[in-house]
């Protein structure tokens, strides 16, 4: 069977978890920074991303931004993520969401 998409080509999902960023750096490709827009990739669509990368034979994911670390269930999108196996039709169980995970948002230069 012929395959449209050679093995091994889409090895690794990058994600924006959220585009806005403590800091303020002048080469930022993002074009993030404390005053970015706010949006943020939530759970159920992260986990409906990253199902589809397993099913497709993704073997990484990566998170990006801005500040990942910014983002209140960071380590909850991290965790549901951290088990997944290419070729995995199955997602896991949503992991307990705590009221705050993350550090809190600090002040970058200039804001
Ligand atoms: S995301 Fe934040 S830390 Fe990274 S380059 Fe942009 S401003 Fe700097």
Redesign the pocket.
């Known amino acids: 069977m012929a395959t449209a998409i050679p093995p091994g080509l889409l090895d690794r999902l990058w994600l924006y978890t959220n585009l806005h960023?403590n800091?303020?750096?002048r080469?930022?490709?993002?074009e993030?920074?404390p005053r970015a827009m706010r949006a943020r990739l939530e759970w159920p669509a992260f986990q409906a991303l990253v199902d589809q990368a397993a099913s497709l034979g993704f073997r990484q994911v990566a998170l990006t931004?801005?500040?990942p670390f910014l983002h209140p269930h960071i380590l909850e999108l991290l965790r549901s993520s951290a088990g997944r196996r290419a070729g995995d039709t199955a997602p896991p169980a949503r992991p307990a969401q705590p009221a705050e995970s993350g550090p809190r948002e600090s002040r970058g230069r200039g804001s």
């Open positions: 960023c800091l303020r750096c080469y930022c490709l993002a993030s920074g931004g801005g500040e």
